[in-house]
């Protein structure tokens, strides 16, 4: 037997923990639950649906509809189904949440962990730049990213990342300290292990799952910053996610006109999403940091 | 100790209801009793949109110029009714045999706000320094381009000469500055106008004005129509609609308009709430940007080459479905555009011959014949290689952008068309439409009774110059024949011979589409009904009451008598808040007294 068929056993047994671990925490599991139908409900849209109902020149439904059998959300504005833009909503907030989490926790997790690997000025260097992101107003920054770049999702993608990474810089960097701090990391060095080693093989391992919790957790800001964007009317105006559908409510005058189905579906998927995301991020940290473990 | 603490917290969470209760209570009427002029009404108008100047040289947005009209009188004005010529500043005017002399009477007793008579030698001052400046020229040159000679014999006589007969004699929308203070100002360009007092001549003053806050302005009582029936006319900011339809609601503001559709209807059974829908004279169109350039015809700006092809903006034309625009994002409260002049304006008004029909097929054959074949991605290549993906810009928050966008954005995708939508806000929409910046552009301008200025801005002249500065053009439109036209109606006195000019030159434009007139809004106001009675609309009946051809909306709002009477309000306001202050020290009398027996039980 082989040495890295051993650690991969060990591996996969801890996984198995994990989520035996996980399984317990009931918070946990039904935002794994709804968060599996939501992204399933978002896949399958194109599926299920008629891309045409979104085109404002193919719809010919009643404006503002409040509710009925036949849109079980009303319409909007210009008579498009509420529900399907909705719907189709998710599949925006999504994608913009996960790839705008992806690069800041990317970004974070690099910069973190290269300053508390090197240390010396590099780390100084390092540090000084997450400073200066952190102590940025991240939302009037995102703005004015937004602004000045292209319209469109990669550019509130780019928003939400360059300005969303330097608490995870700073969460990944800690845990490296105290993982490099341990003695097998000494031995490995004694060893003749080389930075990329000792990185690749020994500290990022130790580190992903506190990246990963941290990952889930920022998904949720994520997508409420996408929404936020949107709704500044900083986003693609022609593309339906949650935030420039209310954008769109509140500029065509919902609020005056009291037309609650236009404002709520997207406000709620916001919510929905989020929790999920949140819960399942909590029970993640609760089950890999035994700290955090409390009498059941 | 622990006693003491939560009696400490009681003192405050006391103070703090009173507060509360005394806060709100306290700031309306306060803000809405200043007591100047006869009754001290005060007019509270919503803006939603931004101001770019008080200075009337400069000033070409809506909100500028009203406000400009509202301190300024010009020549002469436009009736109510009918919107015929009647007395402004002058109030008689001859003509020579030949038409090209103009003689107008200024007559004794009208005053400027300082006191100072009103002279034919202000407004004498005020057309040289539009002669001579070509600053001063940037709003309203279009009236004093064809001017020879402009002079005041005596105080009362102005002696205008033109060049060539000028249709416009009657209907020159130049604010008439006093000589006196004007004459002071080196720098006309930098001039802000905004510092009270600001001399004027018109209904209402300038108090303060804070951008994007408020324009406050307070009654004229020397105007020569006689003062005004309010005492103070507030112009107060709102980022968008709805805040401002909330703010009606509550009673913070007495006066709205531009409302959408929506925000029309949703207001039909509110309490209070009287409803204005009048026939408008503005228009919104799709600026195709045909070829930006300076005046002497350098190109600027980085607008699509193809657009300078007349066959690619008339097959685009094609591809607007103007009357499921009007259907749609107006929710019917539009008339389908057609020409410049508004079907309000019936004599000018332009009925197409052969009308455009929305025709996506045509549009798609067009394309095909003029050389733009489709790309692997379905997106029509030109001749020279570049795709057709245009920019469409609009104002960022007016509803009819954003949602007109969306109805061009899938039409022209039809034809295979790429549309990027980029809204942003009204300073940085002007600066992208008169550098030039542009491929598609939204744009929206009101008409006067006189057809003259709103087809000037489709001149060659009208085109800025080298340095960005000194023009108004509206689409960049330089073509000799409209231009041709476009000098003929200026010369021509016979007003219904002038029309058919005029309509010659719709039809120019219609067919050269330097743009597409998608619609004519109706009018939406809304208005405080427990606080005034009545407006004077413009024009009589069916008309608007702001954004008129003068200022008889806010010069005749009449208030109601319950909000001229003496406040009840007022008093009994007095007496809560001593009656409030007289609580509050007791109580703290008392809780003090209170915590010194404490300490003192505590030391035993």
Known sequence: ?296 | MVTVRARRWSLAAVVGVLGAVVAPAATTPVAAAQPVGQQGVTLRVALTRQVDSLNPFLSITQVGTEVGRLMYDFLTAYDPKDQRPVEGLANGWTTSDDDLTWTFTVPEGKKWSDGEEITAEDVAFTYNLMLTNEVARTANGNFVANFESVTAPDPRTLVVRTKTPQATMLALDVPIVPEHVWAGVTDVENHANDQAPVVGSGPFLLAEHRPNEFIKLTANPNYWRGAPKISELHFVSYKNLDAAVQALGKGEVDLINRLGPAQYDSLRDADDIGLNKGRGSRFNELVFNSGAATSTGEPIGDGHPALQDVRVRQALAKAVDVDTIVERVNGGYAEPGTGLMPPSNARFHFTPARPRTFDLDAANADLDAAGYARGADGIRVGPDGRALNLRLVGHANRAYDEQAAEFLKRSFADVGVGVDVQLVDDNQLNDTSTSGAFDLLFSSWGTNPDPDFILSLHTCARRPNAAGTGGTTDTFFCDETYDRLYAQQATEVDQDARAEIVKEMQQRFYDQVPAVILGYDNVLEAYREDRFASFQVQPDPGGSIMEQNGVWGYYGATPTDAATAPRGTSTGLVVAVVAGVVIVLAGGAWLIGRRRRATAEDRE
């Open chain 1, 1 to 296: 037997m082989s040495g890295s068929s051993i650690v991969w056993r060990r591996r996969r047994s801890a996984a198995a923990g994990v989520w035996r671990e996980f399984r317990g925490n009931r918070g946990g599991l039904v935002g794994l639950v709804v968060l599996g139908a939501v992204v399933v409900l978002a896949l399958l849209v194109p599926l299920l649906t008629d891309e045409a109902g979104l085109d404002v020149t193919r719809v010919d439904a009643p404006l503002w509809a409040p509710p009925s059998a036949e849109h079980w959300l009303g319409t909007d504005n210009t008579g498009r189904d509420v529900l399907l833009l909705t719907w189709w909503g998710t599949r925006v907030s999504l994608v913009v949440g996960l790839a705008a989490t992806v690069l800041s926790v990317g970004i974070g997790s690099l910069i973190g962990v290269l300053a508390a690997h090197f240390g010396g000025w590099a780390s100084a260097t390092l540090l000084r730049v997450t400073d200066f992101f952190l102590v940025l107003p991240s939302l009037v920054l995102a703005i004015a990213l937004s602004t000045v770049l292209p319209r469109g999702l990669g550019t509130i993608v780019l928003a939400i990342g360059v300005t969303s990474w330097p608490s995870t810089a700073l969460l990944v960097r800690a845990q490296t300290l105290t993982i490099e701090g341990r003695p097998f990391i000494e031995r490995a060095r004694a060893l003749g292990g080389g930075h990329r080693h000792v990185i690749g093989r020994h500290v990022l391992p130790a580190v992903l799952p506190l990246v990963f919790v941290n990952t889930t957790l920022t998904v949720a800001s994520a997508i409420v910053a996408e929404s936020t964007l949107s709704f500044l009317g900083l986003g693609d105006p022609t593309r339906v996610s949650w935030g420039s559908m209310l954008h769109t409510a509140t500029v065509q005058g919902a609020v005056s006109k009291g037309a609650w189905w236009f404002l709520l579906p997207p406000g709620l998927g916001v919510v929905v999403v989020v929790l999920a995301f949140t819960s399942c991020g909590r029970a993640l940290e609760t089950v890999l940091d035994p700290r955090l473990r409390g009498e059941r």
